[in-house]
């Protein structure tokens, strides 16, 4: 099984642009369609997204690294619940033949 955050949506530009975004996998996030293209040229086969959900604004909106990323990009409390429209983490499967 693997699991990584991938973008559903281009990030708006602040965030892009983002160092602390980036540490914290939000800014270096790449698309969903091309993860799972990686995945599948890395050698696997029957790749499948087990589940897809949002990145959790809770756990962001009570997180300090979180709550300093959104300080450093000047983002509003509205702007971070906005960004399970942009942000997702997947769970998917496949397998590699020897």
Known sequence: MISDTVILKPRPDPVQR????YV???AGAIDKQTYIDLVKAAGFRDVEILEESPVSVDCMLNDPAAAAIM???KLTTEMVERLDEFIASIRLT???PN
């Open 71 to 73: 300080e450093e990009m």
């Open 94 to 96: 496949g397998t590699k």
């Open 18 to 21: 983002s160092v602390g975004a």
């Open 24 to 26: 914290g996998c939000l």
